[in-house]
């Protein structure tokens, strides 16, 4: 999927109008949204298909109400950055059972636009980047639950196996904290999980279950192990659950 640059490099792009602003629902303005399509899709890969796909994305899984150009560059590079980490994860999580590798399209933009790279054409990093220097770290945490953007009922129960995956040429040994946060950092339920993995392997440390807040919100899902070599820093993935009250009792 594709994103837009970083808000400081619009300016380079489109004018202030052009960029937040258009009234009337004029020829010019994007449905719902104050920003000239015409520009936007002039820097956009694929153009008008391209600005569709992107926006759309944006509003339906991140932020269906942005408040400026600013805060729609975040979403879509959050958008972005989420899609390449649930494939890069789940590829490792399948480590030569069958895959072999993870190739990237693509890192670095060569042209100034809104397009598929991690790292922008001025050789600032994108929200992906980060994204994907964790997902990819020689060894990596993750969660794999499928439905990671669907809405989870308020006191239902919930599970997801945790993978450590190890890319080092030595055995790994330590223990796995997995906790549910509120935003505010209050812990909800947290586990531990010792766990071993062979050298260049991968396994699923245990899975984390618990049943859901009854209080709907945003949750943090984080798990943790301890660094693996002197001075590192110690291996951690976040995720979040989006908790909503049931439609009927």
Do not use: C
């Not at 949204?33 to 002039?42: E, K, R, T, V």
């Not at 805060?71 to 649930?86: C, I, P, S, V």
């Not at 990596?140 to 890319?167: M, R």
């Amino acid at each position: 999927t594709i994103s837009m640059s970083s808000f400081e490099n619009l300016d380079k792009y489109l004018s202030p109008s052009e960029q937040w602003g258009t009234q009337g629902g004029g020829p010019q303005a994007w449905p719902g949204l104050p920003i000239d399509q015409a520009a936007y899709a002039y820097w956009t890969a694929n153009m008008n298909l391209g600005l569709t796909g992107m926006i759309f994305h944006a509003r339906h899984f991140v932020d269906a109400q942005p408040r400026s150009a600013r805060e729609l560059a975040q979403d879509t590079q959050l958008y972005q950055a989420f899609l390449l980490r649930y494939s890069a994860e789940a590829y490792r999580r399948k480590k030569y059972q069958p895959i072999n590798g993870i190739r990237s399209w693509d890192y670095q933009e060569i042209a100034p636009g809104f397009r598929f790279a991690m790292v922008d054409v001025d050789r600032v990093p994108k929200t992906a980047y980060w994204y994907m220097k964790n997902a990819q770290a020689p060894v990596a945490i993750s969660f794999a639950y499928k439905d990671a953007l669907e809405s989870q009922i308020a006191g239902s129960q919930w599970s997801a196996p945790v993978w450590v995956i190890n890319d080092m040429y030595r055995e790994l040994h330590g223990t796995v904290h997995v906790e549910l946060l509120t935003l505010a950092g209050a812990i909800v339920t947290a586990a531990d999980y010792p766990v071993t993995v062979p050298p260049d392997g991968k396994t699923i440390a245990g899975t984390f279950s618990l049943t859901l807040p009854q209080d709907a919100g945003t949750y943090v899902l984080r798990a943790t192990l301890p660094a693996q070599a002197k001075g590192a820093e110690p291996v951690q993935e976040m995720s979040f659950i989006k908790v909503v009250p049931a439609a009927f009792k």
